[in-house]
């Protein structure tokens, strides 16, 4: 006990608050120098020399020496010195021992032997030593009274204290159940509004509610848990941590030429949230455009090869001939279209079915992992799972695609039809199956029917475009089919046809370019209208031409659009030449010589007159009597 127990060598040196009075300063001058009388010039002299020539204050030697002492001697020193102040405390508290021991052998003689030291015992006897109690001289009536009367002050006051204590402790205590009712009230009315409220997993004795959706990312699933803090007076605060607290949706514009046409509609979500419930919507909604976005930023960086682009927080997707789709992700609080920008109506209703097929899919696609996950796991391999984009953009790129070059095919259809009518000739009015691969059920109450709706756009689409021809028995279809979810990408058309007057006529197949279909479409009716010009006249060219040598137009190239009307006379011989676009039909004839039954125009001499008339596509529909029409102009020919 007696090593380990340890005692500092010197005494704590505490500065006094005021400076010492003189007197105090007398006295210790007295006691360092001596008095003042003995104080005279010789002696301060002295002490000055005697001070240079030891370098300093004499009494500064024996710290001098200290200084110069090295580490092992300072140690000794220091065990010598409290070895000595140890042996004097020992001693002083043997000298009270004896004291208290002989003290109390007066009255317990055998106890107090056991505790006194054998040379106090041969020195004095046992109970020599004797106490009493001495009575303190009465104190008068007035003192009793005044200590009285501030001992009761001193309680009255204390119990004032007292008071005042327990009921601040009561107001506070008041006030912090109203808090707690008012915040477990709003939490309960979170969860009744349908919300999953849980401790958080990293703070258990904090409060969390679950506004994000499980089936996302692991990055957004993460944020979609915030805690619910309570202020001072019990209102309810999410806290989402860094997050930043301003609302976000994804802007779909839509951009024709070099200006911006249309644009989407903020939502129902504003940046000044007064309830719980209204901060908990605009986070889940400000966390599902992030996500948006996000997944649209990858798939749109897999796309590269469709012309999509991505340029920091812009995604650019050309979607037709003058037709692009921008794509960001902007605040609630920002302009929707500037002044110099226009706005129309029907480029704003495609912006907004542009931005909601994306929501659905991406909810769809949460689905879908939500199946996925339910299912048995695959077995384990060594690869790692691929994490494929979800098809966001390529849908609404599908549809916008298809829909343009439909249109574009429906109106080149109607329009060479129609320029084949203003001649006269009356061909059957196509029809357009337009969307045919999207079968839509009208009873859609059940989830797997809503399911198999959207699964259904994420498919090819197809639309088919059929019509009669001219002659008898003769039709052509074609099929157009648009895929952006796997290669080929882009659209393709299978074009068919059925010509039993040309039996050799094969159908092109697949074309991927809608040049090519104008091209086939054209050819096809250049070929059907050479068929009807060439087949039995009408009852007028009988008619006018003589009964006994009826000649009519013969198809000799009719890839070409060109017929033949031979006579015996080789001088005579004419041919008419169809030229069909989708604008204007034009016939023209002319003489030709040199021509026989072998050669059929090996070696032909065409003559500089020549004979020719156009029909112009009319867009309004207009009835043109036999005269004018190009049977008509065939009769009159063939009889000149």
């Known amino acids: 006990m007696a090593d380990s127990f340890t005692l500092p060598l010197r005494p704590v040196v505490e500065k006094s608050d005021r400076p010492d009075t003189l007197p105090v300063e007398i006295a210790q001058i007295n006691e360092q120098w001596g008095n003042f009388r003995n104080v005279n010039e010789e002696v301060l002299l002295s002490k000055l020399a005697e001070e240079e020539e030891y370098g300093g204050p004499v009494d500064s030697e024996e710290n001098d020496d200290k200084k110069d002492m090295d580490t092992t001697e300072r140690k000794e020193e220091l065990y010598k010195r409290r070895a000595e102040i140890t042996q004097a405390s020992h001693m002083e508290t043997m000298f009270a021992l004896d004291f208290v021991s002989l003290l109390l052998s007066k009255h317990a003689p055998r106890q107090a032997e056991t505790s006194m030291s054998a040379y106090l015992k041969q020195i004095a006897p046992v109970g020599s030593l004797n106490s009493e109690v001495v009575h303190p001289p009465p104190k008068p009536e007035s003192a009793n009274k005044d200590i009285a009367t501030v001992s009761r002050g001193w309680r009255i006051q204390n119990f004032n204290s007292a008071a005042n204590k327990l009921l601040g402790a009561a107001s506070r205590l008041e006030k912090e159940v109203e808090a707690e009712t008012k915040y477990w009230n709003l939490v309960l009315a979170v969860k009744d509004q349908g919300w999953k409220v849980s401790r958080l997993p990293r703070e258990r004795q904090s409060l969390g509610v679950q506004y994000g959706f499980l089936e996302a990312t692991p990055a957004f699933r993460d944020r979609g848990l915030a805690s619910l803090r309570r202020t001072n007076d019990g209102s309810l605060v999410l806290d989402q941590g860094l997050v930043p607290t301003g609302s976000r949706f994804v802007r779909v514009r839509v951009k024709r030429g070099s200006k911006v046409t249309g644009c989407t509609k903020v939502g129902t979500a504003s940046g000044d949230a007064e309830t719980i419930e209204q901060r908990i919507l605009q986070a889940r909604d400000s966390l599902f455009e992030d996500e948006l976005f996000h997944?649209?930023?990858?798939?749109?960086?897999?796309?590269?090869?469709?012309?999509?682009?991505?340029?920091?927080?812009?995604?650019?997707?050309?979607?037709?001939?003058?037709?692009?789709?921008?794509?960001?992700?902007?605040?609630?609080?920002?302009?929707?279209?500037?002044?110099?920008?226009?706005?129309?109506?029907?480029?704003?209703?495609?912006?907004?079915?542009?931005?909601?097929?994306?929501?659905?899919?991406?909810?769809?696609?949460?689905?879908?992992?939500?199946?996925?996950?339910?299912?048995?796991?695959?077995?384990?391999?060594?690869?790692?799972?691929?994490?494929?984009?979800?098809?966001?953009?390529?849908?609404?790129?599908?549809?916008?695609?298809?829909?343009?070059?439909?249109?574009?095919?429906?109106?080149?259809?109607?329009?060479?039809?129609?320029?084949?009518?203003?001649?006269?000739?009356?061909?059957?009015?196509?029809?357009?199956?337009?969307?045919?691969?999207?079968?839509?059920?009208?009873?859609?109450?059940?989830?797997?029917?809503?399911?198999?709706?959207?699964?259904?756009?994420?498919?090819?689409?197809?639309?088919?475009?059929?019509?009669?021809?001219?002659?008898?028995?003769?039709?052509?279809?074609?099929?157009?089919?648009?895929?952006?979810?796997?290669?080929?990408?882009?659209?393709?058309?299978?074009?068919?046809?059925?010509?039993?007057?040309?039996?050799?006529?094969?159908?092109?197949?697949?074309?991927?370019?809608?040049?090519?279909?104008?091209?086939?479409?054209?050819?096809?009716?250049?070929?059907?209208?050479?068929?009807?010009?060439?087949?039995?006249?009408?009852e007028e060219a009988e008619k006018a031409t003589n009964t006994q040598d009826k000649k009519w137009w013969v198809p000799m190239y009719p890839h070409m659009g060109e017929l033949l009307l031979a006579y015996d006379h080789p001088e005579k011989h004419k041919k008419m030449r169809i030229t069909l676009s989708r604008d204007q039909l034009s016939l023209e004839t002319y003489l030709v010589r040199n021509i026989d039954e072998v050669s059929m125009g090996a070696a032909e001499d065409r003559s500089q007159d020549s004979s020719r008339k156009t029909w112009k596509l009319q867009h309004l529909p207009d009835s043109l009597n036999q005269h004018s029409s190009a049977m008509a102009f065939a009769v009159a020919e063939s009889s000149s």
């Open 295 to 538: 997944e649209l930023v990858r798939e749109a960086r897999s796309m590269a090869s469709c012309g999509v682009t991505t340029r920091q927080n812009l995604i650019q997707i050309p979607a037709a001939d003058d037709l692009e789709i921008l794509l960001d992700l902007v605040d609630v609080s920002e302009d929707i279209l500037s002044d110099e920008q226009e706005s129309s109506h029907q480029d704003s209703v495609l912006a907004d079915g542009v931005a909601h097929s994306m929501r659905v899919l991406l909810c769809f696609a949460h689905r879908q992992n939500l199946h996925r996950r339910t299912q048995i796991p695959p077995p384990l391999t060594p690869k790692k799972r691929p994490n494929p984009e979800y098809h966001l953009l390529r849908p609404a790129l599908a549809y916008l695609q298809h829909i343009c070059q439909a249109r574009y095919l429906e109106s080149f259809i109607h329009d060479i039809t129609s320029t084949l009518r203003s001649s006269g000739f009356q061909i059957p009015k196509s029809t357009a199956n337009m969307f045919s691969s999207w079968k839509i059920s009208h009873q859609l109450s059940s989830s797997n029917a809503l399911e198999r709706l959207v699964s259904s756009s994420l498919r090819p689409i197809e639309s088919i475009f059929q019509g009669n021809l001219l002659m008898p028995n003769s039709s052509f279809t074609v099929k157009m089919k648009t895929n952006m979810s796997f290669p080929p990408f882009g659209t393709q058309y299978d074009v068919s046809f059925s010509l039993p007057s040309i039996s050799d006529l094969k159908s092109p197949g697949i074309l991927s370019l809608r040049e090519e279909v104008e091209a086939a479409i054209a050819h096809l009716l250049l070929l059907d209208l050479v068929m009807k010009v060439s087949s039995t006249p009408t």
